[in-house]
């Protein structure tokens, strides 16, 4: 079974700081990786994916991920946070090997930005 | 284009009874997901629905079950409520399968029971 590991749960930040989240996974095969954000009374909404490629994407708002299969790590990280970048960060896989596997979220990173 | 709509948005029941939650995709989305947010667990997922067929169910007993109409519209039901089922219950659509493409989520059902 597929699981998610969001290793931080919370995380405070002074704006101009840089970010990284990690986000490790288990499954044997062949992944789909996508990172979500839910901003405060906001819906969530997607970051970036991968799906195959490059392993550096980019997402929206400065975001990037890289995938490293050998440690099965989806970490997301970000240069220069923002007050803005106030949020809680999902982690999630689907296996593709096989046929679709569900969507696994991980448990989830608060960040907190201090302007 | 609307986004995905939920209702109602908040519902209060009480120990035993049973429970109803709908989901609207948007226009053209095919695939409709089910997950139960609660602090601490994040998103547990509870079954996902592809052309009017369940393609996935997550670890939930029985007493979670769901459906989906020609329309893409899905709808969620609970029966026997227990405390532990007050989570906020977000739907989320995409075009095909959800790991194949993006999810667009709902505001979601926030569910007390009491």
């Known amino acids: 079974a597929q699981s998610v590991s969001q290793h931080n749960h919370h995380v405070i930040l002074s704006e101009a700081a840089s970010l990284e989240l990690g986000c490790n996974y288990s499954?044997?095969?062949?992944?789909?990786l996508f990172w979500y954000v839910q901003y405060p009374g906001q819906h969530l909404q997607l970051l970036l994916k991968y799906f195959s490629g490059d392993p550096l994407v980019k997402g929206i708002k400065g975001f990037e991920a890289e995938f490293i299969k050998s440690k099965f790590s989806f970490n997301l990280r970000k240069p220069s946070v923002q007050w803005s970048d106030t949020a809680e960060y999902f982690c999630a896989v689907r296996g593709i090997s096989g046929g679709y596997q569900k969507v696994t979220f991980g448990t989830g990173t608060k960040l907190q930005v201090i302007p | 284009k609307a986004g995905v709509t939920q209702t109602p948005r908040y519902l209060i029941k009480t120990r035993g009874q049973q429970v109803t939650l709908s989901c609207s995709p948007i226009?053209?989305?095919?695939?409709v997901s089910w997950y139960q947010q609660t602090p601490g667990q994040g998103l547990q997922f509870l079954f996902e629905y592809f052309s009017e067929t369940q393609r996935n169910k997550g670890n939930f007993p029985g007493r979670f079950s769901g459906r989906q109409f020609s329309n893409s519209r899905s709808e969620m039901n609970v029966s026997t409520l227990e405390l532990g089922d007050s989570a906020l219950y977000l739907c989320a659509s995409s075009p095909g399968l959800a790991g194949g493409s993006e999810q667009f989520f709902g505001p979601g059902t926030r569910l007390t029971v009491l």
């Open positions: 226009s053209g989305h095919r695939s």
């Open positions: 499954y044997g095969g062949t992944v789909n």
